[in-house]
């Protein structure tokens, strides 16, 4: 189980990356069909989601790291840092669901592979 939440934390590392594309590099472009935002919109958060963009890369680079370290002979310290990077790609999930009812969908996409990727190691730990 621990190869399965290894390979789920690795597309949730890849899917925090394009978030990062969208948000710190096509947020006036591209991103603009995928989250609804007018010109206007777009042009005045601009600053706030290049930051947030950023979030979501460091998020995904502690996973990525983890899954290199486990691969690299130290399991314990790769795990560690594999949950500690989908643990709060899930959390702020969680707080993305809770705090905008109408972004819903966003927030399933966006926590699905790091919950799989949490159950899953956590069920290879217990085994």
Known sequence: ???????????????HVYIFWLESVAWTTTARSVFGTTEQEAAATREMA??????????????????????AGSPDVGVALVLAGTGSMLAAA????????????????QGTLPLLAVVALGVGLLL
């Open 50 to 71: 290049f930051n947030q963009g950023f979030y979501n890369l460091f998020l995904a680079v502690v996973s990525a790291v983890g899954i290199v370290v486990h691969a």
């Open 1 to 15: 189980m621990i190869v399965v939440g290894l390979v789920l934390a690795g597309l949730a590392a890849v899917l």
């Open 94 to 109: 969680l707080v993305l669901l809770l705090s905008s009812s109408d972004k819903r969908g966003a927030a399933v996409r």
